[in-house]
């Protein structure tokens, strides 16, 4: 059974950071790109801020100034790490594998539709 499940949200002050983690189960990262999606307060839509590819590191980042991606093979681990977070970082993130296209390409990419397994999310909320 492919699984996801994600970890690290939590309360953070403006300007802090935080990283989260993205722990697969079933397969390995070198299998399926890995994207995570924020969906905001009150939206229904999730919106793909980042992916990455284990087989050879690519990725793609939404913000590439504060985004970073990272992942622990060993643990079947992708972490990403927001910088500099502010209140419009605040959501619920979730990390998702794309399973029928096995790259971090096309405009699709942030087309939650595109991806087959979801882990439950994790929030994370910006605060003073």
């Known amino acids: 059974q492919l699984q996801l499940v994600e970890s690290g949200g939590a309360l953070v002050q403006p300007g802090g950071s935080l990283r989260l983690s993205c722990a697969a189960s079933g397969f390995s990262l070198d299998d399926y790109p890995i994207s995570w999606f924020r969906q905001a307060p009150g939206k229904e839509q999730r919106e793909g801020i980042s992916c990455f590819r284990s087989r050879d590191g690519s990725n793609w980042r939404a913000d590439e100034g504060r985004y970073t991606i990272s992942a622990d093979a060993a643990k079947n681990v992708v972490y990403l790490q927001i910088s500099n977070l502010a209140s419009e970082d605040t959501g619920t993130y979730f990390c998702?594998?794309?399973?029928?296209?096995?790259?971090?390409?096309?405009?699709?990419?942030?087309?939650?539709?595109?991806?087959?397994?979801w882990g439950q999310g994790t929030q994370v909320t910006v605060s003073s």
């Open positions: 998702a594998a794309r399973i029928d296209f096995p790259y971090c390409a096309g405009a699709e990419i942030t087309d939650p539709r595109e991806y087959g397994v």
